[in-house]
């Protein structure tokens, strides 16, 4: 009787060290480890963080589309075997609740969203693991992460300017210098330099004299910066290092000290104006009505006629005249223009209007390039379905980026006059908004954040681009990368530089050999 009663105790004491103490708890650690290692790989150490952890993993592997042998969807199975080993147990009950919330032991089992944060409570999940005491063992024949992105942060840059300044005016020399005036929220300013001769490999910043107020822009001037103000004698030019004043002529962002200029006298008909140490020597009226104000070109003065009918490309005499006859392209020229230019040549654009959300229909953008006195018209095509358009151009060149397509299937492409010339399209993950599609040498160089508030890039020739690497730059500041404000983006020769801050401004050289700079 007694051995009976011992026989039956003994067994049933076995069984619950089996279900809920070495033996279930041992298993529920399998599992929990098969789990954090299918998703973040080894155990993390005492000083990190998961989300540090999870990030660059998810930045180089989350896919856009549920895809259930990929990461991270792959590790559905064993989010719920550890729900399964775990459910009813009173040392997990914060473990239980958190995978529930995952749907783990749900139809469909666990959830990994394709858009937005993959795990917003991927802390609070690491920590009732560890509250449940659940110990990290070997799982040898569990798939770890196979890689996570590299990219990089402000933590060794030195900001060109700071202060919370943005860029407030900037101006392209004939010599292919860029000038970049930044104004702090005091009213501060600052010039920064960024020269052609050094391949723009370091930025020389200056303050400006404190006597320049006012809201102000560069006087197109080469030999050195100048900055044109409205005064009470009317607009007048001032050198930065000492505030004196220089005679200048013109409208305000056209002011010039030699050369053209487009004013509009009270009579409201646009004139060309031809200048000679900064006095008006002749005027010239431009003979047409114009849909806006005028563009001075090189040697031409650019508008669209009012109709938008035609472009009207007239060449300017340095001897203070309309020179031959002007170059009428037909249109219709519908939307805004645009124009760059650099020594030798330039290009006119006017691209069709891009409303909220995405554009059904195709859309042909127009240009007219230069060289010389010769103006040669082309057209390139935008895919319909298009959102988050940006359009870069170095003169010779321009590009459009765009993205086509919904959340699950999101096609990003650039259709571009440069670098082979053409239109390309690949996948990637959704993007949130465009920086820039920039000509750089014989390649293009794509900037844009994703749905995930990263920004990535391509470079690559036109023909090679849906196939080009991807590259995550920079996290995003919610996440501890640098903060992508007041982002610019100039393109010249084989370089883009890329200017963005608040607090601190910071500028980096992107090389078309890939090679990434931060400029100090």
Known sequence: MTGRRWGFVLPLSGLLLSATGCGGKAEASKSWSSFSQCLIGSPLSADENVLGRLRPIELELRKFVKDDAAWPHRCTKYGDKLFENVAGESYAKVLEVELGNMGCGKPGGCRFP????????????????????????????????????????DKSWTPIVGGDARINSLRWTAAGDLWLLFQSKTAERSLCTFAS????????????????????????????????????????????????????????????????????PETGVYKAVFVKEGKIQKEAALGAEPAGPPIVVGDHAVWLQKDRSELHLVP???????????????????????????????????????????????????????????WKVGELELPPGRRAEKLRCDGKDFSIGWATGEADDVQVGVSSTGAGGGKAEFKTRPPKSWFASAPVGDKLFLLWRDDLGAARMRLAPVADIATSEERVLFDSADSGGPPLTNLRVFTHGKSVLVVFGGEKNYALRFSDDGKIDALK
């Open 316 to 374: 300017l005499s340095a001897k203070g005249r309309l020179a031959g006859k002007a170059t009428r392209l037909p249109g219709p020229w519908n939307g805004s223009l645009e124009t760059c230019e650099d020594t030798k040549s330039a290009v006119v654009v006017v691209r069709p209007p891009l409303t909220r959300g995405k554009v059904a229909s195709k859309a042909k953008v127009r240009y007219a390039r230069v060289d010389g006195d010769e």
């Open 197 to 264: 001769s050094s391949n723009y490999a370091e930025a020389t910043c200056e303050p400006v004299h404190s006597s320049i107020k006012r809201q102000v822009q560069f006087v197109q001037h080469d030999a050195e910066p100048l900055l044109g103000m409205l005064t009470e004698e009317g607009r007048s030019g001032f050198r930065i290092k000492d505030g004196t004043k220089v005679p200048v002529a013109g409208e305000a962002g056209n002011e010039v000290t030699d050369g053209f200029a487009i004013i509009q």
């Open 114 to 153: 394709t858009d937005g944060p993959m795990m917003p409570r991927g802390e609070e999940l690491w920590g009732a693991a560890k509250q449940a005491a659940l110990e990290n063992v070997d799982v040898p024949d569990v798939p770890a992460p196979e890689g996570k992105a590299a990219f990089l942060d």
